[in-house]
Every structure is written in structure tokens, then in C-alpha cells.
């Protein structure tokens, strides 16, 4: 039985909550960053010191039993208030307060904040920003970052969450493949390659009144490798409208079709960050220009499909739309 503080190894306290909270050892070390076997030796270890066991496995899973429910009572507080006090210091440290630490996911960075980084230089010289792309949810506190831009249904455990923007998913092409499609219906997009997430493809289609099953010729596990093989013609892309703002505007794609898919697969962007940071005047002027910048990007959008080449003889252009057909119509494939 534990009988001292000095037993008790308080470096795997962290790994206990982590558990505790997920009851799942795999989940657990894909949040940490640690392996399966090394989240397990601590938990083990943890048990062993104290002299009791804190979880009942249950095959894969395991769950907190009496003992550890009553630990995590009591460690979790103070846990909450060390991260907490990790943040603060980080910012008072010496970059702290003229540097951001940013984490996002890769599309997000790629497609729409890095080209507007010349912006955010201009508007703040003064703040640095240091930019970090990751498919992972990061750990702001332990991995030393003062925000994030996520998607997700949110809200994050133990940060603010300030919603940024809805992005719908919309059907996009290339000049060829709009210039092919210009004037057809809606149903007409079968019959070109389709790229990404098939599911996500026919709940398009049959909110269009048409029910396809749609087989992609190619799909990715980053939004901004889809578009990049859409811009190359490789097939059409159903992605979010905000990653495709710039390339739409230079007529590297073309909206295709005006539907748009707003539903569980088109969440919403945020701008989570510590509570502590809410009034951090680097914070603050990242959040103000965020929204500046994401309004001024959504409303110069152009109308759905007015390629280049593709007008009558007599006009400059054509705004025939693809989604045409008529509501209700249905077409198995």
C-alpha cells in the first residue's frame, strides 16, 4: 500500500487521465504520441507503485473501477490547473508575446491561410507566426501551441471554440471538364471520374434527386492533394467551397454544379486556443483578422460554371448551370 508521496510517479499521472477519459490503451497512445506498450508499462507501472489496480480490463477495453474513478477525482483538478499554468508561462516566457503558435490541418494551411501570409505580415509586422501542419489533433499545452484551426463537431475539452466559418462541400472541375459538362444535367456528372469519398458522392447525388453509385476513381486522405487532381483534370471533386476560394477566382477550377452537401461531412472551421489566451493581444488580432479575411475570401466568389471558351457564338459568356435536372428524377446505376 502507498504510503508516501515520493512513491508515487507523477510523471504517469497525465497517461492515467488520458486512459481514464478514453478507455480505450490504443486510443490513449495515438493522443499521447506514444506506442501501445508504452502507454500500457505506465499504467502498470502506476498500479504496481500504489500497490492496487485502478481499471478492469475487459478484453480490448478497459474501464476505471472504484479505486481509479476516486484517483481521478482527486488528480484531475490539479492536473487541469498544471496545464493551465504550462500555457500561461509559455506565453510570458521570452517569444511568447510577439510569436504564434499555430497548428492546422494541411488543406486548410496549404489551400487557403499560406497564401494569404503576406497579408497577415502587412497587417501585423510585429507578430510572428510559426505555422504547423498535421493531420493529428494536437495537445496545445504539452506541444507548446497558442491556437488551432480544426473541423469537427467540437467543443474541445478544456479550450475555447470559436466557430469561423461554414464550407459546404461543392462539385468541382476543371476548364476542360467544364466546358464538357456546361448545359447538362445534373446526372451527366456520372459519367466523369469522380475523386475522394464515394458515400459522400451519392448523398450529393441523391440531393439532387439522383440515386448513382458512385465508384471514384481515386481518393485522398488530404482535401488539398483532391483539388490539386482536380486542377490537373484527373477527375471532379465534391471538397469545401473555402479550399477551393482561390483556385476558383484564377479559374483553376470551376464550380460546377450550384447544389451544395451541407451536412455531418461539411462541419464547420474553428479557432480553438487556452482560455487563458483569450484577451493575449497576439491572440486577439489573429482571431479579428481571421474573420476579416475568410468573409473577403467567401464573398468574391464567382457563380457557378462560367468557363472560358464555352459562350454561344454572339456572347461573352454562358451561365448555363449542370444542376438542371428536374427534383425527383431517379437513375440507378
Given at each position: 500500500?502507498?504510503?508516501?508521496?515520493?512513491?508515487?510517479?507523477?510523471?504517469?499521472?497525465?497517461?492515467?487521465?488520458?486512459?481514464?477519459?478514453?478507455?480505450?490503451?490504443?486510443?490513449?497512445?495515438?493522443?499521447?504520441?506514444?506506442?501501445?506498450?508504452?502507454?500500457?508499462?505506465?499504467?502498470?507501472?502506476?498500479?504496481?507503485?500504489?500497490?492496487?489496480?485502478?481499471?478492469?480490463?475487459?478484453?480490448?477495453?478497459?474501464?476505471?473501477?472504484?479505486?481509479?474513478?476516486?484517483?481521478?477525482?482527486?488528480?484531475?483538478?490539479?492536473?487541469?490547473?498544471?496545464?493551465?499554468?504550462?500555457?500561461?508561462a509559455?506565453?510570458?516566457?521570452?517569444?511568447?508575446?510577439?510569436?504564434?503558435?499555430?497548428?492546422?490541418?494541411?488543406?486548410?494551411?496549404?489551400?487557403?491561410?499560406?497564401?494569404?501570409?503576406?497579408?497577415?505580415?502587412?497587417?501585423?509586422p510585429?507578430i510572428?507566426?510559426e505555422?504547423?501542419?498535421?493531420?493529428?489533433?494536437?495537445?496545445l499545452?504539452?506541444?507548446?501551441?497558442?491556437?488551432?484551426?480544426?473541423?469537427?463537431?467540437?467543443?474541445?475539452?478544456?479550450?475555447?471554440?470559436?466557430?469561423?466559418?461554414?464550407?459546404?462541400?461543392?462539385?468541382?472541375?476543371?476548364?476542360?471538364?467544364?466546358?464538357?459538362?456546361?448545359?447538362?444535367?445534373?446526372?451527366?456528372?456520372?459519367?466523369?471520374?469522380?475523386?475522394?469519398?464515394?458515400?459522400?458522392?451519392?448523398?450529393?447525388?441523391?440531393?439532387?434527386?439522383?440515386?448513382?453509385?458512385?465508384?471514384?476513381?481515386?481518393?485522398?486522405?488530404?482535401?488539398?492533394?483532391?483539388?490539386?487532381?482536380?486542377?490537373?483534370?484527373?477527375?471532379?471533386?465534391?471538397?469545401r467551397?473555402?479550399?477551393?476560394?482561390?483556385?476558383?477566382?484564377?479559374?483553376?477550377?470551376?464550380?460546377?454544379?450550384?447544389?451544395?452537401?451541407?451536412?455531418?461531412?461539411?462541419?464547420?472551421?474553428?479557432?480553438?486556443?487556452?482560455?487563458?489566451?483569450?484577451?493575449?493581444?497576439?491572440?486577439?488580432?489573429?482571431?479579428?483578422?481571421?474573420?476579416?479575411?475568410?468573409?473577403?475570401?467567401?464573398?468574391?466568389?464567382?457563380a457557378?460554371?462560367?468557363?472560358?471558351?464555352?459562350?454561344?457564338?454572339?456572347?461573352?459568356?454562358?451561365?448555363?448551370?449542370?444542376?438542371?435536372?428536374?427534383?425527383?428524377?431517379?437513375?440507378?446505376?
Amino acid at each position: 500500500m502507498l504510503n508516501s508521496m515520493a512513491r508515487l510517479p507523477l510523471h504517469v499521472l497525465p497517461t492515467f487521465r488520458t486512459v481514464a477519459r478514453l478507455a480505450n490503451l490504443r486510443a490513449a497512445a495515438d493522443e499521447l504520441h506514444l506506442t501501445h506498450s508504452a502507454v500500457s508499462q505506465q499504467i502498470r507501472l502506476l498500479e504496481e507503485q500504489i500497490g492496487f489496480q485502478l481499471f478492469d480490463r475487459r478484453g480490448r477495453r478497459i474501464a476505471l473501477n472504484n479505486a481509479g474513478s476516486a484517483l481521478l477525482r482527486a488528480v484531475e483538478p490539479a492536473l487541469d490547473q498544471i496545464d493551465e499554468g504550462l500555457r500561461a508561462a509559455s506565453v510570458a516566457a521570452g517569444g511568447g508575446r510577439d510569436y504564434l503558435r499555430v497548428t492546422s490541418l494541411p488543406s486548410f494551411a496549404q489551400r487557403w491561410l499560406l497564401p494569404r501570409m503576406a497579408s497577415w505580415r502587412a497587417a501585423h509586422p510585429d507578430i510572428g507566426m510559426e505555422l504547423h501542419a498535421s493531420q493529428q489533433v494536437m495537445d496545445l499545452s504539452r506541444e507548446g501551441f497558442h491556437a488551432a484551426l480544426r473541423t469537427g463537431s467540437g467543443p474541445w475539452r478544456g479550450l475555447l471554440a470559436e466557430r469561423l466559418l461554414e464550407s459546404p462541400l461543392i462539385v468541382l472541375g476543371s476548364a476542360q471538364a467544364a466546358r464538357r459538362l456546361l448545359g447538362r444535367p445534373v446526372a451527366a456528372l456520372a459519367d466523369e471520374p469522380l475523386l475522394g469519398n464515394g458515400p459522400t458522392w451519392e448523398r450529393w447525388f441523391a440531393l439532387a434527386g439522383e440515386r448513382i453509385r458512385v465508384k471514384p476513381v481515386a481518393w485522398f486522405n488530404d482535401a488539398g492533394m483532391l483539388l490539386q487532381a482536380a486542377e490537373q483534370d484527373l477527375g471532379l471533386a465534391l471538397a469545401r467551397e473555402v479550399l477551393a476560394a482561390d483556385a476558383l477566382r484564377e479559374g483553376r477550377l470551376y464550380r460546377l454544379a450550384s447544389l451544395a452537401l451541407e451536412d455531418e461531412a461539411s462541419y464547420p472551421y474553428w479557432l480553438v486556443y487556452p482560455p487563458e489566451l483569450r484577451d493575449w493581444p497576439p491572440l486577439q488580432a489573429l482571431r479579428s483578422w481571421l474573420s476579416d479575411e475568410l468573409a473577403a475570401s467567401m464573398k468574391t466568389l464567382p457563380a457557378p460554371l462560367t468557363p472560358p471558351g464555352t459562350a454561344p457564338e454572339g456572347r461573352t459568356e454562358s451561365r448555363s448551370r449542370v444542376a438542371t435536372a428536374a427534383p425527383g428524377r431517379r437513375r440507378a446505376r
